[in-house]
């Protein structure tokens, strides 16, 4: 089936299999590793990307769900090799260690900040309810997604 697909603000067009894994063809096909597949089953969001804004899990997205669709992966937040000022956020709040979990927890993060201006601690953990960290126990990413909605804030919120 021709597919497409507009990633990180380029469009693509690509004959796929429509039924295979979104995660599967943004990795393999378009090289966009940044997202991890960890259980394939919704459980961990390591393969979390928006689709249209909103966070997704990539492993149970099939790509016909994601034609026409706006898809943004954790490349496309910012260039290469540049840290955006919510990655900074992490880095500077302790809140990567092995970093596995990190791209879907920052995804889940870019969508929450989208749509609410000054999040609580509460609606931070709610958002990133469907991301599992095994290294940091949470707080410091709660730390600097909070720091980030004040920054965002400062600016101009
Ligand atoms: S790989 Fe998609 S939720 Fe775990
Ligand atoms: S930093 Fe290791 S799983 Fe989150």
């Known amino acids: 089936m021709k597919l497409t697909l507009r990633i990180n603000g380029s469009v693509v067009e690509q004959d796929a299999d429509p039924l295979a894994r979104l995660s599967e063809f943004l990795r393999q096909v378009l090289g966009l590793t940044g997202l991890k597949e960890g259980c394939c089953e919704g459980e961990c969001g390591a393969c979390t990307i928006l689709m249209d804004g909103a966070p997704v899990h990539a492993c149970l997205t099939l790509i016909f769900q994601a034609h026409e669709r706006e898809i943004t992966t954790v490349e496309g937040l910012g260039d290469a090799g540049v840290l955006t000022d919510l990655q900074a ?59 980030e909605a004040a920054r965002r804030c400062e600016a101009g919120c």
């Open 89 to 147: 956020q992490f880095a500077g709040a302790g809140a990567v260690q092995c970093g596995y979990c990190t791209p879907g927890i920052i995804m889940s993060a870019e969508g929450l900040l989208r749509s609410t201006l000054t999040p609580s601690d509460e609606e931070i953990r709610h958002a990133l309810a469907g991301n599992i960290c095994r290294c940091t126990g949470f707080e410091t990413i709660v730390r600097a997604v909070a720091a």
